[in-house]
């Protein structure tokens, strides 16, 4: 390592010492962008994995690289199962922050409210947080859910359990460290006896290695199975003619090198790297939106059931609930100058529909059937002013018969007529009315009326 690296900092963990491989690739490609502009992609990066998967091989490997491409930057790493109060105010001047179990810091509620504003602060302020745990944030018992919200808002990725092929790439490396050159068949049958844990599988090697500097012999089959008993009688994948050899690919650089994978790697893994940043980040924008449609009322339960699907599938359902969201609106504005004519009833059930985007389609015909109803002639509230009709009478409504008249005379209706139309020749003159006009006046009582509406 260098002069001047900081002791708080390992040496052997560099980005060309690490195995690379399918369980690692996306968390390898990751460290490697951050390491190369810290503090403005990925910030903060959290890496989680089950115990000796390589997370702080690849959080150290990024201070490494971070202390050598920026000298006068201040790095600071805490462990979460060691960390105290006064650890954190010193992390306050730090550009660079290597937080490793975070998990375990987190069991002190103390220390979670004291991580949001040292997070905020340094996120705002382009310093880079990297941080390990072995499970998921959303996990660890007891998050706050703010805390939990800085950590989302960066990118979370994990390493998967190593494969057998992977596993004997590793122990054909670092014993080519330790001076020894295993053959592949050995290489393999230690790996397929060794758990996934990388640690594991360095105690093995060297645990083989020790027995066959005590032979004084070749490394064969008969020293590992000394060294490593199979637990059963060996497989047959154990037997040299059955042995599923790791395949190198095309090329002069061994499998697992460092400068062989970074050859390949921008166009393919970091295109996955940025797809899955975009989905996490979109998601949390669903999120943090959905929440506040839900502060104003608005029905977000069908929709939240769905935002840790596939993003495409939550993105076409946020699009269609926003759409109805603008539709309800829009209905709502409508509804405003028919509240005051509706009746009870009507106003319940449009109230019910209005602040669910699910039901959008149901409130816009219950406000259409509303907006007819009161438009309709026969219904509506207010008609052209008229005389006021009396109130029934309680005898008989219908007009009596009118008695017979002499011979000659003139019907009672038309000598009234006359006082309505004044002949031009007599004016002023009335002529007299009969005794039995009382009749036709109490049943009809605004008989000029009645009688020009018939002229």
Known sequence: MTEGTPHILKSVYQFDNFITGPSNRLAFAAARKVAEDPGNVYNPLLIYGGVGLGKTHLMQAIGNAVALAQPDWNLVFLNGSQMSLEDLVAAEKSDLLLFDDLHLGLADRKMQIRLLPLFDRMVGSGRQIIATTDITPQKIESIDEKLLSRLLGGLIIGLKEVDVNEKSLIISRKSRDRGAVLSDEIALIIASRVPSNIRELEGALNKVLLYASLSEGPLTKAVVDEALPPLQSPPAQAEPDSLVLPQ???????????????????????????????ADQLRQGYKERLFIWKMKGFNTFNIEKILEQDISIVTEAYQEYTSNIEKLINLQQEFGPLSAKATPEQMEK??????????????????????????????????????????????????????ALPAGEKPALTKVASLSQEDEGEKGKAEPVPAHLGIIEETWPFLVERLMEDI
Do not use: C, Y
Not at 249 to 271: R, Y
Not at 358 to 386: F, V, Y
């Open 350 to 403: 449009i109230e019910n529909l209005m602040f669910d985007p699910d039901k959008a389609d149901d409130l816009e015909m219950a406000i259409r059937s509303l907006s007819q109803k009161l438009s309709s002639p026969t219904t509506a509230p207010e008609a052209a002013p008229s005389a006021k009709k009396p109130e029934p009478r309680p005898e008989a409504v219908l007009p009596q018969p009118l008695p």
């Open 248 to 278: 190198p690919p095309a090329g002069d650089n061994p499998v697992g090198e460092f400068g062989d994978f970074i050859s390949g790697l921008d166009h393919k893994v970091t295109a996955l790297i940025d797809e899955q940043q975009g």
